[in-house]
């Protein structure tokens, strides 16, 4: 299981956007589950489960750790990069694969993973007498999430998870703040900015069932392409793939406004003083989210770095539009707080009546 395409493509079914830190997961749930649907659907016992994920220096947190004590769960690390990827877990991926079919371990393998790199890998564990099928996790609408077209071709099969236990074990987590303040923040990553207003484009509304990838953002050179891997092994990309990056202001408003407003409601004042503090620099989960789910949205896997530097801009831009509205609606709840004071009645008989 590459952990960073599962939760992430996970918490993009359960909250719109790939912030992890965005849902909450119970773990032997999901585990269980994915070692059930694997058994059931192979009609072989499980060997075992290993578990791909990534941690500064290659060192465990508590809860990575607690998973590797789990029955039939071999934890395997690779390490955070500065800007929050992931380093060595498809090759790692990769290495698994081929030597368990080389010396004959198993007889059927399911890859949770839609990483292009890990092709290859797949190729020779075929060519060892070994069956590979990918375990996708779905869409909303009930697609594979994010499976490249090379591996999901090389591949014997291609299966979805459950959605109903997916959805059971991978839960957006509660929003702080009142329901106004809820309502609000949800608005505001659902109402049209100028620029979209003025491209003509259409908003797409939460209940569409369009596919995220819009021929209309798109070029026809644009090959399908994966939403999640790590930075290894990708190929160069000329410029004329890309079209003028004006073009894509209303799909990067559209994920920036879901991004920030994702991250805001778990602690929107803490995370407010991050953000003030770490400027320019944006937090690595949040700069993550916006790369993958921008590429997602658009079809496009390597970003050109003119995307990139207009993303992270409309990002700071959506931030100073939110600290502003935010500053408004203080000084309006405090004039209406002082308005109610000074109509307070002055006199026993005022109170009285």
């Known amino acids: 299981m590459d952990v960073g395409y599962l939760l992430a493509a996970a918490a993009t079914r359960a909250t719109g956007t790939s912030l992890r830190s965005s849902v909450f997961v119970d773990y032997q749930s999901l585990i269980d589950s994915l070692a059930a649907q694997a058994s059931a ?7 075992r489960i290993y578990w791909y994920d990534s941690a500064p220096n290659g060192v465990p947190n508590t809860t990575q750790e607690s998973i590797g004590l789990l029955r039939r769960v071999k934890l395997r690390l690779g390490r955070l990069g500065v800007g929050g990827e992931q380093k060595g877990v498809d090759l790692r991926i990769g290495l698994d694969l081929a ?3 080389r010396n004959a371990a198993v007889d059927s393998m ?8 890990l092709t290859e890998a797949v190729d020779e564990a ?3 007498g070994v069956q590979v099928t990918i375990l996708a996790v779905p869409t909303q609408e009930g697609r594979p999430h994010g499976v490249s077209r090379h591996l999901q071709g090389a591949a014997d099969g291609l299966d979805l998870l459950d959605g109903d236990a997916l959805d059971a074990a991978v839960r957006a987590r509660a929003v702080a703040g009142s329901p106004q303040q809820i309502v609000e923040r949800k608005r505001e990553a659902t109402v049209p900015s100028p620029s979209v207003l003025a491209s003509g484009n259409r908003v797409p509304e939460p209940t569409d069932t369009t596919p995220p990838r819009a021929s209309s953002i798109r070029t026809s050179e644009s090959p399908s392409s994966v939403v999640y891997t790590s930075t290894t092994g990708s190929e160069p990309v000329v410029a004329s793939q890309y079209r003028a990056v004006s073009d894509h202001d209303p799909v990067i408003d559209r994920v920036v406004g879901n991004v920030l407003n994702t991250w805001l409601d778990a602690a929107p004042a803490s995370r407010r003083t991050e953000l003030s503090r770490s400027r320019p620099s944006i937090p690595s989960e949040v700069d993550r989210a916006l790369l993958t789910d921008l590429s997602d949205d658009i079809g496009v896997y390597d970003l050109s770095p003119e995307i990139r530097y207009r993303l992270r801009e409309r990002f700071w831009h959506k ?14 709840a405090t004039e209406q707080a002082h308005g109610h004071e000074r109509e307070e009645p002055r006199s026993t008989e005022d109170r009285e009546s």
């Open 110 to 117: 399911y890859l949770v993973s839609g990483d292009d790199d």
């Open 126 to 128: 075929q060519a060892h």
């Open 319 to 332: 931030v100073d539009e939110s600290s502003t509205r935010t500053h408004d609606d203080r000084r309006v």
């Open 41 to 47: 659907e192979s009609g072989l016992p499980l060997l």
């Open 99 to 101: 030597t368990h079919a």
